[in-house]
């Protein structure tokens, strides 16, 4: 047996362990009774803290620097003959030691304790919307991930050292010249809009009965090629997905929210399923076997959600089926509930807004994460902040704090470096929708007729099949011809909203 | 802190991992995709082998040897100042621990890998009713059941090793007299029904909505005081309940099977989990916050879908109930459908039994496990035995070894010992019950009145609360202020089936 192979049979439980502590996050928010939520959180704690152990132990470093030297991250001469995947893998594993032998053990409960404090104060603060309340644990996570930063080490930004978490190979200043040129492209569109909501909610305020919602779900998840064997869609608090492993795939929608909430986070949390339902099932031990970053994760949800949910083919197909489901929306036309799933409406909650608006909630995120990480603002100057930019950006000014800087739960939970991802999302789901197009000019009349199984492929073949063998930026690369760009979102902006642009 | 305070912070991780493979099982035949199977296999082999690991490693023993003397099972005199519940908890942990440590690693791993591949074969040979494809793997499961009774232990039969697994203090002799006691009792009854069934099954062949049978658990378990803080109902293709710990108790049902058979699989299993609700909550790690035994938890599941489930006064309260969930039945009359549910017939499916017969198939399968782990027959006996003593004891003879001597899963899963709690699960609920009687002479008029705190609050002084600080001959002893007798559960039948027993 080779070093590699035996490395992998050795220390497979460590993925073992994160699979279980991934079910046991699912379950936390699908089933459990609420009652069972204290000793969740110890079984939590202890597995996610036995695989953090076991990960950067004596006895997995030993085994891996066999292989790789952790240094300097060069393969041993003797490790030669691995495939590509081996390699990629030991790379990844070398890279994720390196991280995690950085952070002490005593920082990561600082860490654990601290979070959980603060967004159970967020919570708190959000519903009286008072800022003051939340301040002091702000700043307290904000000193932590700071330190994080520091522990973790960064070349320019200890913003970057963030980033790298959530979206590999990508920095702040990478992410400053993206967005920069996002704000002035967005905001001139914005300024064309009336202000006003659509003409067509009224048909949106029926009750429509949860059972028929839960049908026209699972029509949906099957028009996507996700079927029950390796997938499961249940009700959760709020939409999400889990890749457990390759075979493995949970995801939840919510029905609290309106009928077209529903309809499109099953759209957006089944973009997610697909690209882990595509992972290389037998690597479900290493690297090879999971997701490249959280950018490139959102670019498969919106592919789904937006580029192919909102378009006008894939309402030709469905729309009949829809209104079959829904009967109170048979006077609404095709044309206006196309028109209607694309209104485009300054808001102030980003999880409501628009794919015009979106990415300008998640610049003014970035932008404040950014100064308050380098510390060229204080705690104190962010609800000001905040609103000046919704201002500038938007053209609104939120009315309190709940509905502003308090809205998310992401800064409570520890979360910084997370929000840019959201944005990359649109930005390479429009840059890859843009070789796919040039692969399939006729993409909209085959969707029309309800074939989708191209497009699966196509993912498949250029995306998901390569689990963390490439990061983002080399994933783009190699699919597109071209680096990481905000052209080809702006071209699919330009094209959809013409008629506004040019009102 | 105490040695005892010391010991428990810092092994109840280990009951931690018991309770994550709870779950797992849970998630398994609930909720998991199909696909995932293969690899929850490698997930509840990594986490059951650690917490077995971690259980018998020498800083365990270490830990426990300073309070008490592992092989005489004495406390060591500085440990004198503990509470009840200590003393009782050092004591199971011993046990447990010299238990598992008897059980070389090796041993457990070819016990797990034979029982799964029985449990396959099985599953083929009762499908195709052929034992002889079945008979060498049961050959495999005894040997193996052999040789772990002599590494466990015994005096008289190497049988008591494996029933002290599910039903401690209690062993085969004890069953052989309780059981031959009920074995003419029983059959004598059985000889007065004229083996036709239930004149009123035709009013359920109706197609009941699985949505309104759904309500009409939840009223279920709303009555016999089970909330959804703590617990929850979901179905399964066998109804099971599993307390993962006492704050979080999972039930689940069936509804393939028919209407009946899901209410009162509802009733059973939440005798279960009330049982698993009143262990102590703040002793979750310790042996305290478990239950005592398989049989005791069988009284209690018995108690409720049984002496209560199957009483007049439970109907009189429940019928209007039932029949407005369920018009199709209004042409029922509660007098005729207490007839229907409390009929006694012989069959073959030991699950499908009524409270008459069920006894006598427990005993036939104690009679075989008891031979086969002694050595006094051969796997080729039998499909033979078990043909003949089914005629002797009920009159009946199966057609097939598929609904004889191939219809259940335990035996290629490897649990011998484990059928007899079933039939014990009767006698303690009626010993019990016959208790309870003498402090509430009124219980049918306050059961019929819909009241049934008393009875839960009853339950849970006398039998819940203690978890494994009795073992269920202890309890017995205890709240009866008699030893294990048949002779309530023989009065308990006489009253209930005096018409049929004087024709």
Redesign the interface.
């Known amino acids: 047996m080779t070093l590699y192979k035996k490395f992998l049979e050795k220390f497979s439980?460590i993925q073992?362990?994160r699979?279980?502590e991934k079910?046991?996050h699912w379950?936390q928010n699908t089933?459990?009774?609420?009652?069972?939520v204290?000793?969740?959180a110890?079984?939590l704690a202890?597995?996610a803290g036995l695989a953090h152990a076991e990960a950067t132990s004596s006895a997995y470093r030993e085994a891996l620097e066999q292989m790789v030297d952790i240094n300097t991250g060069k393969l041993r001469v003797e490790e030669e003959g691995l495939t590509l995947i081996e390699k990629a893998n030991l790379k990844e594993w070398t890279k994720d030691f390196r991280r995690m032998i950085k952070l002490p053990q005593s920082f990561v409960k600082t860490y654990y304790t601290v979070t959980t404090t603060a967004t159970e104060v967020w919570k708190q603060a959000r519903q009286l919307s008072n800022f003051a309340l939340f301040s002091p644990w702000l700043q307290k996570v904000v000193e932590l991930n700071r330190e994080q930063a520091s522990l973790l080490g960064y070349v320019e930004s200890p913003y970057d050292a963030l980033i790298d978490l959530y979206e590999p190979g990508v920095t702040a200043s990478v992410l400053s010249t993206l967005f920069s040129d996002l704000t002035g492209f967005l905001s001139a569109i914005v300024k064309k809009t009336n202000g006003k909501g659509s003409p067509y909610r009224a048909y949106f305020n029926h009750a429509f009965v949860q059972e028929d919602q839960m049908k026209f779900n699972y029509l949906l998840l099957e028009t996507m090629g996700i079927g029950?064997?390796?997938?499961?869609l249940?009700g959760s608090a709020h939409p999400f997905c889990t890749g457990?492993?390759p075979?493995?795939?949970r995801l939840t929608t919510n029905f609290d929210n309106g009928l077209l909430e529903n309809i499109f986070a099953v759209l957006h949390e089944g973009g997610h399923a697909l690209y882990e339902l595509g992972l290389p099932k037998e690597e479900?031990a290493t690297p090879a076997g999971q997701s490249a970053s959280m950018g490139l994760h959102e670019s498969q949800s919106r592919w789904w959600e937006v580029m192919v949910g909102k378009s006008l083919p894939f309402w030709n197909y469905m729309y009949p089926k829809f209104q079959e489901a829904f009967p109170q929306l048979k006077s609404l036309s095709l044309s206006n509930f196309y028109q209607h799933i694309n209104h485009i409406q300054s808001s102030y909650i980003r999880i409501y807004a628009d794919e015009v608006t979106y990415p300008l909630h998640i610049i003014l995120r970035f932008e404040l994460e950014k100064q308050l990480i380098e510390g060229t603002i204080t705690i104190s100057d962010v609800p000001n902040i905040w609103n000046t930019t919704m201002e500038a950006y938007l053209g609104i000014i939120p009315r309190n704090d709940a509905e502003g800087c308090l809205q998310d739960i992401h800064w409570a939970s520890g979360s910084f470096g997370y929000f840019p991802t959201y944005a990359l999302g649109n930005i390479y789901a429009a840059q890859y929708f843009s070789t796919f197009e040039q692969s399939f000019p006729d993409w909209e009349s085959k969707v029309a007729a309800g074939s989708f199984t191209f497009m699966n492929n196509w993912l498949w073949e250029h995306i998901h099949r390569f689990g963390r063998m490439y990061n983002a930026e080399q994933s783009i690369k190699r699919v597109t011809g071209h680096s990481i760009s905000t052209q080809f979102y702006k071209d699919y902006i330009t094209k959809k909203y013409i008629d506004l642009i040019n009102q």
Chains 1, 2 share one sequence.
């Open positions: 439980y073992l362990l699979q279980v079910l046991l379950d089933y459990m009774p609420s009652g069972a204290e000793i969740r110890k079984q202890y597995i029950n064997e390796n997938s499961r249940d457990i492993h075979s493995d795939v479900w």
